[in-house]
């Protein structure tokens, strides 16, 4: 069992930047971010194989977020930039042993989640 740990989600204005990060107990192939905003269902945000040499990342992400891994940490982070009000959600870190998958099963591990709130 891999167990993760987010931290620095929080209140930003419009435009404005925010950093997560997501521990992890132990390696795996494949770490990314999911986000859930209230009556929506999960949504693919970004993930990152273990090499690096393969990323994805939702349209509505793209030139914005950057995601980005510290192996020797476990470490997964998601640099998010120019927030939009509709970022709003609860962001969870995920953890998984396939490639880059864009559905929520394609991920065996799930933190708690983080809450993002952009106002605008």
């Known amino acids: 069992q891999v167990q993760l740990a987010e931290s620095g989600g929080g209140l930003v204005q419009a435009g404005g930047s925010l950093r997560l990060s997501c521990a992890a107990s132990?390696?795996?192939?494949?770490m990314g971010w999911f986000r859930q905003a209230p009556g929506k269902e999960r949504e693919f945000v970004a993930a990152?194989?273990?090499?690096?040499?393969?990323?994805g990342y939702a349209d509505s992400v793209k030139g914005r977020f950057t995601i980005s891994r510290d192996n020797f940490r476990n470490t997964v982070y998601l640099q998010m930039n120019s927030l939009k009000a509709e970022d709003t959600a609860v962001y969870h870190c995920?953890?998984?042993?396939?490639?880059?998958?864009?559905?929520?099963?394609?991920?065996?591990?799930w933190g708690q989640g983080t809450q993002v709130t952009v106002s605008s």
């Open positions: 990152r194989t273990w090499n690096g040499l393969y990323t």
């Open positions: 995920v953890a998984g042993n396939q490639g880059i998958e864009t559905t929520p099963a394609g991920y065996n591990y």
């Open positions: 132990a390696t795996t192939e494949t």
